[in-house]
């Protein structure tokens, strides 16, 4: 079981309003007044009042302060939080004192956890537009991967904090992937974060982590959560709507379908786009099925379009589903016209050959390219742990190793890859229940029959005559959309978490 830190803490009373401020850490300069929401600094044995902190997003999270748990052998404590906006949305850090009176930090990763220490850069460190998003480059020795440059700025803060960014104040956070290896000769998934609010930069290493590993206790209970607040009426249609997800930034209304915007809270104006052209997903939004031994519930779904840029004209649809766990946080199912698949994002970065990246290898897996597409979100229902919008336009590729599947989903200041592996349709259908739909669900997977069935001279007549007459009615007319169906023979293995937040602080 965790225990307090060891080290001897330190208590004043708030310039603001006389009540007490703890600071457990000797390495914590700033708080936050629990009472006032005065922002204070420690000069010596007294504390300066520096003006007043936003009032926090209550984002529902299961985690609070002075949850306590124990990571690699070493007891922690949650003594503070950072909530920070940048063009997608918002996410949170939580500050944790180790033991030994040292700083880290549990943050938000595509909708999981990283759990981070400081880390010291061997060398100074260049401006933030000297990391190209997509460039490989070295940090301390070991080759990364640039996969975020974003402006962001702090929103809130609350409880005992290392150091504190100006309020309101834009600044760059560039985030790096490790495709080092460690001692086995595997991809580490080491994600390093570069914090330019802070001069010198506060540089950042993580890896990915379950809360139930941490073994955390004096988490928020269901019971503690106050709804309050979270349900809104539809600024389109009026219709009453609750928020169901701690972690959501964006969402559709039952009623007529608008997304919503809701990554700064829902108490002022919410901003929202009008969907027409509803698509029905053949797993219901709210369904909770079993997947290789995780239970996980449908929160989200999107429709996507690809396009080939060799052949503006050749389109193809596919879906993802978005689900949820609340131990293990959001991952991927994914229906294309190839089959499903179940992927989530990756921690750290692959390696690709230099050679036009014709392949990549992850975790000693070497994957070869399948394919290169534009990809378009034409679609979207439920909710979202980043801001989905219509019309989000990214560049992927897809590369492939058997039934494994390793995705690439890049944007102007952000770069995501994700890993998983093609699923039996079967297994889909009994997850979720759905053995009324089991012929709808299948997909590739169901195969034609046996290669060693003898076709008799008659038959290959008969179907060279069948498949004829069909492309000749397929080059008059045709009632497949790819905007609302899966209807193209070639499809995208999935883009495996559409645009999604990345980052050990996003």
């Known amino acids: 079981m965790a225990t307090e830190p060891s080290q001897r803490s330190y208590r004043a009373p708030c310039p603001g309003c006389g009540a007490p401020v703890d600071f457990k850490s000797a ?74 009176g040292s700083s880290a930090y549990l943050s938000e990763d595509n909708g999981a956890y990283v759990f981070s220490t400081p880390l010291e850069s061997q060398r100074d460190l260049p401006a933030p537009d000297h990391f190209r998003v997509g460039a490989t480059t070295a940090f301390n020795g070991k080759p990364c991967s640039v996969t975020s440059n974003q402006q962001v700025m702090l929103i809130s803060a609350q409880g005992e904090l290392p150091y504190l960014p100006e309020l309101g104040r834009s600044f760059a956070m560039v985030e790096l992937r490790s495709q080092g290896t ?66 959501s930034q964006s969402m559709t209304c039952s009623s ?137 336009k990214t560049s992927n590729r897809d590369f492939v190793s058997g039934k494994g599947i390793l995705s690439l989903e890049q944007t102007a200041n952000e770069l995501t890859w994700s890993v998983g592996s093609k699923i039996d349709s079967d297994l889909v259908a009994k997850a979720f229940k759905l053995d009324a739909k089991k012929d709808l669900l299948k997909r590739s997977d169901a195969g034609p029959g046996s290669a060693s069935q003898k076709v008799g001279c008659g038959t290959i007549i008969l179907l060279f005559f069948v498949i004829l007459v069909f492309l000749l009615l397929m080059s008059k007319c045709s009632s497949c959309d790819p905007n609302v169906e899966n209807c193209s023979s070639r499809s995208s293995g999935g883009s495996y978490g559409g645009f999604s937040s990345g980052g050990g602080h996003k």
């Open 182 to 247: 460690g001692a086995i000769g595997r991809a580490d998934g080491e994600v390093l974060s570069i914090d330019y609010g802070a001069q010198p930069p506060n540089v950042s290493s993580g890896t990915s982590v379950l809360l139930d590993d941490l073994k955390l206790t004096g988490l928020r209970s269901e019971s503690a959560k106050e709804e309050k607040g979270r349900q809104f009426a539809c600024p389109n249609c009026g219709a009453s709507l609750t928020v169901q997800l701690a972690t």
């Open 256 to 392: 007529c379908t608008s997304i919503i915007d809701v990554s700064q809270g829902i108490g002022g104006e919410l901003k929202h786009a009008i969907q027409d052209e509803p698509v029905q997903p053949l797993i219901p939004l709210g369904s909770t099925g079993q997947l290789q031994g995780v239970q996980w519930q449908v929160v989200g779904f999107q429709h996507r379009m690809g396009t080939d840029p060799s052949d503006p004209d050749e389109h193809f649809g596919w879906e993802e589903y978005l689900l949820y766990n609340a131990k293990r946080g959001f991952t991927f199912l994914v229906d294309s016209t190839e089959g499903w698949s179940l992927v989530q994002p990756t921690t750290g970065a692959p390696s690709m050959t230099s050679s036009g990246a014709q392949s990549a290898t992850y975790l000693g897996t070497k994957y070869q390219l399948k394919e290169s597409y534009s990809a378009e979100t034409t679609y979207v229902a439920g909710e979202f742990y980043w801001q989905v919008s219509r019309g989000q």
């Open 27 to 100: 390495q914590s300069t700033h708080a936050v007044c629990g009472f006032c929401q005065s922002t204070v600094v420690r000069d010596g044995e007294t504390l300066k009042r520096l003006g007043k902190m936003a009032e926090l997003f209550d984002d529902h999270s299961p985690l609070q302060l002075q949850a306590s748990g124990v990571w690699k052998q070493k007891a922690f404590t949650l003594v503070g939080r950072l909530q920070y906006k940048y063009g997608e949305g918002t996410w949170t850090e939580w500050h944790a004192v180790l033991a030994d």
